[in-house]
């Protein structure tokens, strides 16, 4: 039975034919199938913190302090999942890589900047808002008194806290953002003139 609204609310009460009536299921929805177990969250949270470098599973298993049978089994559901991809082998070690073209990885980049740094580039409220990757990189460029190297233009964007930009989408991301274009003789980035 509904209540009917009070004297000093416009609120109406809804009609039966609006209330939607919320079905409960104790199947595991699309991003706790993802993310379960925990100890899955704590290795994908590993590959966002390590950003675009290649990591084994030595290396995940000594950052999170799991056992290397828990991180194998967990970055084989990430690559089933196409959130992380194998990126070649180091010696004899397989080497993983966070797939930075998944919709998903993108937005979880997004949550990490609105928990740590308390904002993301999702947001409409300027004061909330980090400077674009386009103006990072004009001000990367306007700082230097030659033009950078690719290595030197990702350490500064990873100063100016940017740690998702690797060297694989570091060249799009310049040509797109910021008009930039790299010489293929020398490797260093021009701004277009």
């Not at 209330?19 to 100890?39: D, H, K, W």
């Not at 082998?89 to 979880?108: D, E, I, P």
Request: glycine fraction near 8%; hydrophobic fraction near 35%.
């Amino acid at each position: 039975m509904s209540t009917p609204p009070s004297e000093t609310s416009d609120i109406e009460p809804p009609r039966p034919d609006e209330i939607r009536v919320l079905e409960y299921t104790t199947e595991p929805g699309p991003i706790a199938t993802v993310f379960t177990p925990g100890s899955r969250l704590q290795v994908f949270e590993a590959f966002l913190q390590e950003g675009g470098f290649r990591v084994t599973v030595a290396d995940i298993s000594e950052a999170t302090g799991l056992h290397h049978d828990t991180v194998y089994e967990q970055v084989d559901a990430l690559l089933n999942h196409g959130l992380i991809v194998e990126a070649g082998k180091q010696g004899n070690a397989q080497t993983y890589l966070l797939n930075v073209h998944h919709g998903a990885v993108q937005k979880m980049y997004e949550v990490r900047d609105m928990f740590v740094h308390g904002r993301t580039t999702g947001y409409t409220d300027p004061r909330y808002q980090k400077p674009s990757v386009g103006e990072v990189i004009e001000t990367v460029l306007e700082d230097a008194a030659d033009p950078l190297a690719t290595e030197a233009i990702v350490t500064a964007l990873q100063d100016r806290g940017m740690t998702w930009i690797n060297i694989e989408m570091l060249a799009p991301i310049l040509e797109d953002a910021a008009g930039i274009r790299r010489d293929p003789d020398t490797g260093h980035w021009r701004l277009d003139e």
